[in-house]
């Protein structure tokens, strides 16, 4: 069985070699025998969000996030009904600043968050390990994805990230899913259960 995963400008917006994350998700999907076709779009690329099963895009600098972000804005009610078929779509690090015109969530502009973080989370067992640098953080304090027991939340929180049936924005960087086991075998557990590979 064949997954289709999107890694959104990977040229544009590849800082703190979040693109280990991906790393991660293929690795971890080949020792479950399920192949991942990884597909890198970028500027002048196509993009139907309805061809993929994972979509994900993470960290850059901020002259690309704003040029990013024009071009996702005109994809907004796509993203919507992406998201209302409970497909996967993953923000990381300073890339959650690009998806506010969603009207899912705000954001908060600070100097900027540097440091480790050790957080909790409901997804999966275990502490997760990460590292911020941003200037953005979520503000609203709904709908939250991680307990920190260090770093930076929600609103000046300890309350970090935010999640929409399976729409996860999150300021943690490491990358994420390359630091944490159990948090990429949640997304394939999900991965799994919508492709109908339980069995």
Request: charged share 25%.
């Amino acid at each position: 069985m064949e997954i289709k995963i999107a890694h959104l400008f990977p040229e544009e917006l590849n800082l703190y070699g979040e693109n280990g994350n991906i790393k991660a998700l293929k690795f971890y999907l080949l020792k479950e025998n399920i192949t991942p076709k990884i597909i890198n779009i970028n500027l002048d690329d196509e993009l139907n969000m309805q061809d993929y099963d994972f979509i994900y895009i993470g960290s850059g600098r901020k002259k690309n996030l704003d040029l990013v972000k024009e071009i996702l804005k005109t994809k907004k009610e796509e993203i919507l009904n992406y998201l209302k078929q409970d497909k996967i779509f993953l923000v990381t690090g300073n890339a959650i600043s690009l998806f506010d015109f969603l009207d899912l969530y705000e954001i908060d502009e600070y100097d900027y968050k540097v440091g480790n973080v050790i957080a909790r989370t409901s997804l999966c067992n275990g502490l997760i390990k990460a590292f911020q640098n941003t200037e953005y953080l979520i503000k609203t304090p709904s709908n939250i994805i991680f307990s920190l027991d260090k770093g930076y939340g929600n609103s000046c929180t300890m309350l970090e990230g935010y999640q929409n049936h399976n729409f996860y924005a999150t300021s943690l960087i490491g990358p994420i899913l390359a630091r944490n086991k159990e948090l990429t075998q949640y997304f394939i557990k999900i991965l799994k259960t919508n492709l109908n590979l339980d069995n």
